[in-house]
């Protein structure tokens, strides 16, 4: 229950900044409108580059409540949509496709974490930019250690 509420919430704050707009500009997020949430949330900067590969993405917030799969350590790290060799890479890698469309991306999934254990996730990743570029991500997820 609480899964959907984070990505209802987040999806219709999103909805509500576009305006008849493909995507919201970055400027337009207020993080304190969804503050019993923001920590469960990650944003990322995307870094253009030359070609879709090289395009990267750089982790500006990681909430607290993400730290156990994130870490402190992850806070201004850049890092390609397609890089899959760091823990909770899983719940970024689908960003190519808000990249290449932007809209609103609920994805479900699961990846082993540094301790063995499996992480199961639900995440929503929501792209801010303007004139079809998008500049930010912000991912919210929900996540459970089994």
């Not at 806070?75 to 899959?84: E, Q, T, V, Y």
């Not at 479900?108 to 930010?136: D, E, Y």
Request: glycine letters at 10%.
């Amino acid at each position: 229950m609480h899964d959907q509420r984070l990505i209802e919430r987040l999806t219709h704050y999103w909805n509500s900044m576009c305006r008849g707009k493909d995507m919201p500009r970055f400027a337009q997020f207020n993080s304190s409108a969804i503050a019993d949430i923001w920590q469960q949330c990650l944003l990322f900067s995307v870094q253009p580059g030359s070609s879709e590969r090289s395009v990267g993405l750089i982790f500006q917030m990681i909430g607290d409540q993400l730290q156990g799969i994130y870490g402190q350590e992850m806070l201004g790290a850049a890092f390609s949509h397609k890089h899959r060799h760091f823990q909770g890479a899983a719940v970024v890698g689908r960003a190519g496709e808000v990249l290449a469309s932007p809209a609103p991306l609920i994805d479900i999934g699961q990846f082993a974490c540094n301790s063995g254990k499996m992480i199961k996730f639900r995440s929503c990743l929501l792209p801010f930019g303007q004139q079809g570029v998008v500049t930010h991500i912000v991912a919210g997820l929900s996540w459970r250690e089994f």
